[in-house]
Structure formats: C-alpha cells, structure tokens
C-alpha cells in the first residue's frame, strides 16, 4: 500500500532473532574472583555493562533493518484515454418549455455528463438559430454549470434550426483526430429554417466521422420522424423516440452504454528503498561502540 513501509527481505529479522538467542546462551565462560563485597561490584559492573550492551543491540538491530531492505512501494497508475468526443446537440426553442421539457432534459444531461468521465464533451443549443455553447472539452464543470444557466428562448422561441444545429455540432469536429465522434441531437419540433438543407448537415456529419444519435421529444407528429431517422440512419446513428421521463433516462443511458468508452491503464510500481539510513545509523553505533570499548587501550 502507498506510504507503507514494507522489506524486500523481512527474513533477515531471523538474525536479529539469533544474536537475542546467543547473547542469552552463548555467553563467555570467564574465570571467577571471589570478593568479600561481591554486592557493591555487582551494581558497578551493570552501569558499566549496560551501555555497551545497548550500543550492541541497536548497532545489531539497525544493520538488520539495513540488511532487510526497507522500502515504500507507490503504484503508479498512467490512464491511457480511448474516450469518445461527443457533442449534445439541444432544442431550446418555445415549444420545450411545455411540461417543462427543457428542465428535464437539463437534468438526464448533467448525469449523462457525469457518465463520461474520460470524454471530451460539447454543447450546442438551438431554436431561431444555433450556436456552440461550449466546445468539446474535458472540463465537465463548465457544462454543468452553464446548463444552469441555459433555459428556453436562450437562442430565440418561434423557430427550430434543426439543419443548422446538426451542421454546426458537425464542425467541432473538423479538427478532431478521436477515433470515436458522436453526436446527440435531441428535439420536439420540425426544421422550419432553410439557410442549411438537410443532405448538407448530413454530408458534413459523414464527412466528419460522426455517429448521430436522434432523440425525438413527445408524441409523434410534433417532430417529423422520417427526418429524424434519416439523419440517424446515414450517419449510422440510432433513432428514438422518447414520450415520458423515464423513457428519455432510458435512452441516455442505452447511448451511454452503446458508446462505451476503453480505458486502458498501466500499473507500475515505484519503489522508494531507505536501507542507507538504518545502514548509516548502524555503522555510527559500531564506530561508538569500538570506541567504548577501547577507550582504555
């Protein structure tokens, strides 16, 4: 785990296991005086012990923490995106303010968004007019937070520049070089502005690559169908048509799944070692150690 310390080779604490069992019953045999206050040089013999003990030990103990090689194991995940670039393509005109369409629609957006967590994401709106809201990007934030903001009647009321909005969502892409280009055009209405025909938005959705999905809001009649599954079917899309809520989440979630992206991440592991340090103390405390011993000589 990151910021554990972990050994490369915890076995070596079986040395310092041996040195506990050696200092414990493989002691020296010395030849013994026999002194009439064998008391007093008792209690002076272990002040003087002692510290030449404890500077063993530690000495013993920090080579083999040296010897086990410590070290700090980080995984370093690198995320290789294969995401999707897709742009939302979204009727804003007068007739989506009834039932409160656009705020519904607003809302399976911002989870649609929150699906795609590895794409590059845009937004166009339109109704008079169409306009790209928000180039394809990978700040998520800003899309949510200018879907706040957006409401009916943003691009106008009366009209529905369907053509011009799929033309325009189709040139986001013109510098695109993503192997994965969607576009999801959603509506309730009917094209009733003539400045881009149909076969140019489509030809320009082709040229591009773009893979349109078509969402058709409300009851059949109020958006012209045959249109909408043409545009799907040519640039090899899909057509649905939602008439409730749940059907709408239904097909935002169907898209989501259909465009699925590949993520492909590499793992590798970092090691950090900090045998030196134990190694480094651990020969301090011999030199000291040496120097104790042999301060009489």
Avoid: W
Wanted: charged share 25%; glycine share 4%; hydrophobic share 45%.
């Amino acid at each position: 785990m990151p910021n554990t310390i972990v050994f490369d080779y915890p076995f070596a604490f079986l040395l310092l296991l041996l040195y506990v069992v050696c200092k414990k019953f493989c002691k020296q045999r010395n030849e013994q005086l026999i002194f009439p206050n064998i008391k007093v040089f008792k209690q002076l013999s272990k002040r003087a012990v002692l510290f030449p003990l404890v500077l063993e030990f530690l000495t013993v103990l920090f080579l083999t923490i040296a010897l086990a090689s410590p070290y700090r194991q980080d995984d370093v995940i690198i995320e290789k995106d294969k995401g999707y670039e897709i742009s939302m393509v979204l009727d804003a005109s007068g007739s989506m303010r009834e039932y409160n369409k656009f705020g519904i629609v607003k809302e399976i957006v911002r989870e649609f968004v929150d699906m795609r967590k590895h794409d590059k994401l845009g937004l166009t709106i339109f109704a008079d007019f169409s306009y790209v809201a928000i180039p394809l990007t990978y700040d998520k934030e800003s899309i949510k937070r200018l879907l706040e903001r957006i409401d009916v009647g943003i691009a106008g009321q009366r009209k529905t520049a369907l053509y011009e909005a799929l033309f325009m969502s189709s040139k986001l892409f013109k510098d695109s070089k993503a192997k994965e280009k969607v576009a999801i055009l959603l509506t309730d209405g009917v094209n009733n502005v003539e400045n881009i025909p149909l076969s140019v938005a489509i030809n320009t959705a082709k040229k591009y690559g773009i893979k349109v999905y078509v969402i058709g809001v409300g009851q059949r009649g109020e958006y012209d169908a045959s249109v909408l599954q043409k545009i799907a079917t040519e640039t090899e899309g899909k057509f649905f048509e939602a008439n409730s809520i749940e059907k709408l989440k239904e097909i935002y979630t169907v898209i989501n799944k259909l465009e699925k992206s590949e993520i492909k991440i590499d793992k590798y592991i970092k090691k950090s070692y900090f045998f030196q340090y134990p190694l480094a103390l651990g020969l301090l405390l011999m030199l000291l150690y040496f120097l104790y011993r042999n301060r009489r000589q």
